[in-house]
T-cell receptor, first 115, second 115 residues
Framework: AQSVTQLDSQVPVFEEAPVELRCNYS??????LFWYVQYPNQGLQLLLK??????LVKGINGFEAEFNKSQTSFHLRKPSVHISDTAEYFC?????????????FGQGTILTVHP | KAGVTQTPRYLIKTRGQQVTLSCSPI?????VSWYQQTPGQGLQFLFE???????NKGNFPGRFSGRQFSNSRSEMNVSTLELGDSALYLC??????????????FGPGTRLLVL
């Protein structure tokens, strides 16, 4: 079984400051890792994904994440946030093969960017 | 290319009724997954369909069912609605490629309110 823990339910930050949203996962098999963002009253939008290869993954809107297998973590970072980054962020994991279509999500982190 | 579309966007039902939600995947995508999002339980996987066959199933009661048509459009049905079924229901589609699958793209969701 797989599980995802997002360590912070809410993260307030000032505009132009750096931010890190933390995610730890648990799985007995190889996994694929994702970060999605959800704006109010909208669906989920993919920020970035780790399937294999380089452990540093760059995504859209200036976000990046680093896969750390030994610490089973996949933390999301942005060096300078904007007001428009205010949203809820979800870390997710899926298995390979026929389990790829089943995403297991963390509980979400609400990022609030203050002017 | 058009994104994932879900209809209706909003729905109000009463306890005991049944409801059918529809999802049209991105053109060419044959895998469709459904998720339920609630404030208490977060995002939970319902089921995944591929080529008209259910490939993965989450831990939901039998009142929740789904199907997929030959054009990859999918429907989910909830019978005998309960208050706790009030949620945002999200559909996601993905493309099967040689050696694996691509990202899941999410629709805007159907918000169901059960009174």
């Amino acid at each position: 079984a797989q599980s995802v823990t997002q360590l912070d339910s809410q993260v307030p930050v000032f505009e132009e400051a750096p931010v890190e949203l933390r995610c730890n996962y648990s799985s007995s098999v190889s996994v694929y890792l994702f970060w999605y963002v959800q704006y109010p009253n909208q669906g989920l939008q993919l920020l970035l994904k780790y399937l294999s290869g380089s452990t540093l993954v760059k995504g859209i809107n200036g976000f990046e994440a680093e896969f750390n297998k030994s610490q089973t973590s996949f933390h999301l970072r942005k060096p300078s946030v904007h007001i428009s980054d205010t949203a809820e962020y979800f870390c997710a994991v899926s298995g390979s093969g026929t389990s790829y279509g089943k995403l297991t999500f963390g509980q979400g982190t609400i990022l609030t960017v203050h002017p | 290319k058009a994104g994932v579309t879900q209809t209706p966007r909003y729905l109000i039902k009463t306890r005991g009724q049944q409801v059918t939600l529809s999802c049209s995947p991105i053109s060419g995508h044959r895998s469709v997954s459904w998720y339920q999002q609630t404030p208490g339980q977060g995002l939970q996987f319902l089921f995944e369909y591929f080529s008209e066959t259910q490939r993965n199933k989450g831990n939901f009661p039998g009142r929740f069912s789904g199907r997929q048509f030959s054009n990859s459009r999918s429907e989910m049905n909830v019978s005998t609605l309960e208050l706790g079924d009030s949620a945002l229901y999200l559909c996601a589609s993905s493309l099967e490629v040689a050696g694996g699958r691509e990202t899941q793209y999410f629709g805007p969701g159907t918000r169901l309110l059960v009174l």
